[in-house]
């Protein structure tokens, strides 16, 4: 993320404006020694299991967080190596871990499409093993399907995208089976909300919106990968 200016700044490049904003303001963000993982939630009943890694988590969080349909959100850690990486270890990108949300939500109100709509239309799909500012494998795109039709519509959703010709490069954003969802310390949980003027000095600092606009234009979420069958979120 934005505060990564501070622990890798060797491998990232923030314009003087984001320097600024970034400096040390994001004191919300440094590890806390000590913390502990948050609880994971847990679908119940009908509800379903969706998992995303885009880059920032506080972001991606953000982006599914009080949608309907969405039950609720968590960030985490997901399809690295280690059993129950803390948040320093997996921003030094040895644990093979991307930093992900994990979604939980009911099937008969928003489709698995509409989450992916809203997936692809918050992240960068054409830049590897980075997204904005942030530089790294941690920071990688994925889907991770959770079964068959997760997968299918996931493939459908991308090639379609891909299809459409909106971009002159391929989508480099992976597709793979889901592993061990690992929730990350409880100050990462719901940051945007906690710390919101230290998240705004990041979205800012890093160029977020201003590279999600020229990828998608003013509107986020559009048609792409939103076709139903039976449900209409």
């Known amino acids: 993320?934005?505060?990564?200016?501070?622990?890798?700044?060797?491998?990232?490049?923030?314009?003087?404006?984001?320097?600024?904003?970034?400096?040390?303001?994001l004191t919300g963000a440094s590890p806390r020694p000590g913390a502990k993982p948050a609880a994971a939630p847990v679908p119940t009943g009908a509800q379903l299991t969706a998992v995303f890694a885009g880059g920032c988590f506080w972001s991606m969080e953000k982006a599914f967080d009080g949608v309907a349909g969405v039950a609720s959100t968590a960030v985490g850690f997901a399809g690295g190596r280690e059993a129950n990486p803390t948040y320093k270890e997996v921003v030094k990108g040895g644990t093979g871990h991307a930093e992900a949300v994990q979604v939980i939500y009911d099937p008969a109100k928003i489709s698995y499409q509409r989450l992916l709509d809203i997936y692809w239309h918050n992240i960068d799909p054409l830049t590897l093993n980075a997204a904005f500012c942030d530089h790294g494998v941690q920071y990688r795109s994925v889907i991770f399907y959770g079964d068959a039709k997760q997968r299918g519509l996931a493939e459908a959703s991308k090639r379609e995208l891909d299809r459409s010709k909106r971009f002159k490069t391929p989508i480099v954003t992976a597709i793979q089976p889901a592993t061990t969802f690992y929730p990350a310390e409880d100050y990462h949980q719901q940051y945007y909300k906690k710390n919101p003027e230290n998240y705004q000095r990041y979205v800012i600092g890093c160029g977020r919106n201003e590279r999600i606009r020229e990828l998608w234009g003013d509107k986020q979420v559009s048609g792409v990968g939103s076709r139903e069958s039976g449900v209409r979120p």
Do not use: H, K
């Open 1 to 25: 993320m934005g505060r990564s200016l501070i622990r890798s700044a060797g491998f990232i490049t923030v314009p003087l404006l984001g320097l600024v904003l970034l400096g040390f303001g």
